[in-house]
C-alpha cells in the first residue's frame, strides 16, 4: 500500500531539482507551481560535502522578508519519511517552519534558523520586562530595534507593544486588533511571567489554615499548576494563529532569571525560581512540539543579582546582557 503524502512543502531552491529528488526521496515526488508572498532571497554558503554531492552547489539560496516581494517556486507532496528526509538534507542555517502561500494556503517551508536575522518588520509583544522597565533607553527591546533599525532605517521597522503586567492570556487577547496596521513579519512575543505568580506568602498561609487536619495543600498546589500551563497554551495556540493569519512568523522568549530572595510581592502575588523555571520548560517543549522559534533568556543573568533592579526586573545593565544573548541566538 501506497504512503499518504499527507505533506506539503514549499521549495525555492534545490529540492525541486529531480536529481536532489532522487537522491532524497528515490525519485520524483509530485509538485505543483506556488509562490510565497512577502519573502525575497539571498545566497548561503554551504559546506557540508554531501548536501553539495546531492545538488551540485555550494551555494543555495534562504528565504528573508520583504515586504512587496514574492518568491516563485513550487509546493512538494511528501510522505512522513520523505519529509524526514528533506529535514536531515537541509543544514543547520535552516529549520521548517509553517508559511502561508500567496494563495492563502498554508504549508512548511525551510527558513532562517535564526529568526531575527531574516525579518524586516518587528512586533514584540509582552509584559514589564519587554516593555523596557528599569532602562531609560528602552529595555533589551529598545537595543534590538537600534540594531535591527540600523541595519536599512528605510525599510526595517521594529514596534514595541508590550504592556507592563500583561500575562500570555493578555497579549493573546490585545494582539490581533494591533497588527494589520503595523504589517509584521516577526511576531516576537515575550511575556508569561506573570502567569506563573503564585500567591503571596500571607494568602498561601490562610488558605493552608482553612484546609482539614492532615491534609496538604500540594496536590492542589500541582493542579493549579497544570490549569495555568493549559491557559498559556492555549493563548499560545492563540498567537501562533494570529501571527499565520498575519503571513508572520512567531518568536517565543522564555523568562530571564530571578533573585527570588529580593523579589518583593507584587499585589497579593510573589515569583519563584521553581515556577519561573517550569514556565521555561513548558513554553520550550510547547514550542518545540508546535514548530515554533525559543529564544532562551534565563542564562545571561543567571546568579548575577547586581543586574536586578529588584529581583525580577533588569538594570540597564542587565537589559544590555539579555539585549546580547538575544542578539547572539536570533540574528
Known amino acids: 500500500m501506497t504512503e499518504s503524502r499527507t505533506h506539503t512543502l514549499f521549495s525555492f531552491g534545490t529540492l525541486r531539482d529531480e536529481r536532489v529528488q532522487t537522491a532524497l526521496f528515490g525519485g520524483a515526488v509530485p509538485t505543483s507551481p506556488a509562490a510565497l508572498a512577502g519573502y525575497t532571497t539571498r545566497p548561503l554558503k554551504i559546506t557540508d560535502p554531501a548536501v553539495i554531492a546531492a545538488s551540485g552547489l555550494d551555494v543555495h539560496l534562504i528565504l528573508e522578508r520583504r515586504l512587496g516581494a514574492s518568491v516563485e517556486g513550487a509546493v512538494l507532496h511528501l510522505t512522513d519519511q520523505e519529509l524526514a528526509a528533506a529535514d536531515a538534507y537541509e543544514v543547520d542555517d535552516y529549520t521548517r517552519r509553517r508559511v502561508v502561500l500567496s494563495s492563502g494556503a498554508t504549508t ?3 527558513l532562517d534558523a535564526k529568526p531575527l536575522r531574516p525579518a524586516e518588520r518587528i512586533v514584540v509583544v509582552g509584559d514589564s520586562i519587554a516593555y523596557g522597565r528599569c532602562d531609560p ?3 533589551w527591546a529598545g537595543h534590538l530595534a537600534a540594531a535591527h533599525i540600523a541595519g536599512n532605517e528605510a525599510e526595517r521597522r521594529l514596534f514595541n507593544l508590550a504592556v507592563p503586567g500583561s ?3 493578555d497579549v493573546g487577547e490585545q494582539t490581533p486588533a494591533l497588527l494589520a496596521a503595523r504589517r ?3 511576531l516576537l512575543v515575550a511575556a508569561g511571567i506573570n502567569d506563573s505568580a503564585v500567591p503571596a506568602a ?4 490562610q488558605a493552608d489554615a482553612d484546609l482539614p487536619a492532615g491534609s496538604s495543600s500540594a496536590s492542589d498546589s500541582d493542579s493549579e499548576e497544570t490549569a495555568d500551563f493549559a491557559r498559556v497554551a492555549g493563548s499560545l495556540d492563540t498567537l501562533a494563529a494570529t501571527a499565520l493569519g498575519h503571513n508572520a512568523r512567531l518568536v517565543v522568549a522564555g523568562p530571564s532569571w530571578l533573585d527570588e530572595d529580593r523579589t518583593r510581592d507584587y499585589s497579593g502575588l510573589r515569583f519563584t525560581r521553581a515556577r519561573a523555571l517550569a514556565l521555561r520548560a513548558f513554553l520550550r517543549a510547547w514550542c518545540e512540539a508546535n514548530h515554533i522559534d525559543f529564544l532562551d533568556l534565563w542564562e545571561p543573568l543567571r546568579e548575577r543579582t547586581e543586574l536586578l533592579v529588584d529581583g525580577l526586573h533588569p538594570s540597564a545593565e542587565g537589559h544590555r546582557a539579555l539585549y546580547e544573548h538575544l542578539d547572539a541566538l536570533g540574528r
Open 184 to 186: 509584521p513579519d516577526t
Open 167 to 169: 500575562t500570555l492570556a
Open 108 to 110: 512548511w517551508a525551510y
Open 137 to 139: 533607553r528602552g529595555g
Open 202 to 205: 500571607g494568602t498561601t498561609a
